[in-house]
Every structure is written in structure tokens, then in C-alpha cells.
């Protein structure tokens, strides 16, 4: 399994730099954490408009989305390839979901982490 990270324009993705904390950049870095540590063979792909740019021409739907859409579209989020989320990062509980289908039982949704959800954007 593959999960692809197309990050806006930021200055890291762990949301702890620059003059504010962003608790959901917090958020998503600690669950990929978790899912890197809890299933190895889970493969995690994060790439950022600024430090990054190449991947987002590589990948034709994101290239797609962007010229369509703008960098408002950002955040992108594929699974094995597939759209999951547009505009937001997913909740703890639909990548939670998403893994489970795939056979790989994880600890996503502990007291610690924000489980906020990504929005209407997410299928």
C-alpha cells in the first residue's frame, strides 16, 4: 500500500515552524508517524509544492488538478493511486478505515491525536 502526500506551500510539513503552530500539519505528521512505525510495509510518500516541486509535475493528475484548480486544491492525498482527499488531510479514522481494508490493523485514533475529519472533500 501507498499513501501519497501533496502538500500546499508550507514552510515543513510537521506544522511546528514559522510564527504558529498548525495543530492539523501536527495532526497528519503524527498519524503517518504511527502508521510508519505500527506497518512498515505500508509505504508513505509526502511531497511539498516548495521543496518538492518535481512531484507535482510528475504525477499527471496532480499536475491536472493544479492547473485546473490552483494550489487551492492542496492538500492532495492518493491511496494506491486512488483520490481520497482534495482541499484537506483525511481524519484519523477514514485512513484508520482505508488500512483496515487492506488488511493492516492500526492504533490511528488515540486520546493524543486531533481526530478531526478532512472535510466534505474527502470520498
Excluded: H, W
Excluded at 495532526?27 to 512498515?40: N, S, T
Amino acid at each position: 500500500m501507498k499513501i501519497e502526500i501533496y502538500d500546499p506551500a508550507i514552510c515543513c510539513s510537521t506544522g511546528v515552524c514559522g510564527p504558529s503552530v498548525d495543530p492539523e500539519l501536527v495532526r497528519i505528521q503524527e498519524v503517518l508517524r504511527r502508521i510508519q512505525k505500527q506497518a512498515p510495509a505500508v509505504q508513505v510518500q509526502r511531497s511539498g509544492l516548495t521543496s518538492d516541486p518535481q512531484a507535482f509535475v510528475a504525477n499527471s493528475a496532480v499536475a491536472d488538478l493544479l492547473k485546473n484548480e490552483g494550489p487551492e486544491c492542496l492538500p492532495l492525498v492518493f491511496v494506491d493511486g486512488e483520490l481520497i482527499c482534495k482541499g484537506s488531510y483525511p481524519g484519523n479514522q477514514q485512513l484508520q478505515e482505508i488500512l483496515q481494508r487492506a488488511g493492516f490493523e492500526l492504533a490511528l485514533n488515540e486520546k493524543k491525536i486531533n481526530s478531526r475529519g478532512c472535510g466534505s472533500s474527502c470520498g
